[in-house]
T-cell receptor
Framework: NAGVTQTPKFQVLKTGQSMTLQCAQD?????MYWYRQDPGMGLRLIYY???????DKGEVPNGYNVSRLNKREFSLRLESAAPSQTSVYFC?????????????FGAGSRLTVL | SQQGEEDPQALSIQEGENATMNCSYK?????LQWYRQNSGRGLVHLIL???NEREKHSGRLRVTLDTSKKSSSLLITASRAADTASYFC???????????WGAGTKLIIKP
């Protein structure tokens, strides 16, 4: 099994450009998450989807939108990229929102906004 | 805001020594999880300890949880070069779907 697959792995954007980060999981997980990781900091939650058809804001949602396309796929969109969005983005999934279950992460997408 | 705080922020030890890192949190939890992140990679789950457990082992890893002090520790025994990584704790709350993350401990194992 591939687990969680993110694309692209690297992207350079100019300020004001838009892009979509794609995430897909093949583990039949209900919940999916988008995090950003900045140097010296832990993970900060951008958006999550507790189950297919639902999405909720996390800690740092401004400047982002998400789509839970189906149970497998959860995309993150930057409509007008800003240098403050330069970061490494991680998608993750887990089988259920509550209870003792753990996250499976993708390999990350490194985004640079010039 | 982050609930978990980890210390030390960085730790450098000789291969073969034990490494201990700590995590503190602020509110009641369902469970606490530890993850490892190798440089440039995604996070990988290591071990989960539930709120009604005090200690858990997995291979060379030992995790303790003290809910009265709202703290946890991760001990890696007989460290190896391959243990060089950043280690994060995450608390799983009762009330929502989110994990709350600490800033991580960067562990360097010197050969």
């Amino acid at each position: 099994n591939a687990g969680v697959t993110q694309t692209p792995k690297f992207q350079v954007l100019k300020t004001g450009q838009s892009m979509t980060l794609q995430c897909a999981q093949d583990m039949n997980h209900n919940s999916m998450y988008w995090y950003r990781q900045d140097p010296g900091m832990g993970l900060r939650l951008i958006y999550y989807s507790a189950s297919e058809g639902t999405t909720d804001k996390g800690e740092v949602p401004n400047g982002y939108n998400v789509s839970r396309l189906n149970k497998r796929e959860f995309s993150l969109r930057l409509e007008s990229a800003a240098p403050s969005q330069t970061s490494v983005y991680f998608c993750a999934s887990r089988s259920g929102g509550t209870g003792a279950n753990v996250l499976t992460f993708g390999a990350g997408s490194r985004l640079t906004v010039l | 805001s982050q609930q978990g705080e980890e210390d030390p922020q960085a730790l450098s030890i000789q291969e073969g020594e034990n490494a201990t890192m700590n995590c503190s949190y602020k509110t009641s939890i369902n469970n606490l999880q530890w993850y490892r992140q190798n440089s440039g990679r995604g996070l990988v789950h290591l071990i989960l300890i539930r709120s009604n457990e005090r200690e858990k082992h997995s291979g060379r890893l030992r995790v303790t949880l003290d809910t009265s002090k709202k703290s946890s520790s991760l001990l890696i025994t007989a460290s190896r070069a391959a243990d060089t990584a950043s280690y994060f704790c995450a608390t799983d709350l009762w009330s929502n779907y989110q994990l709350i993350w600490g800033a991580g401990t960067k562990l360097i194992i010197k050969p």
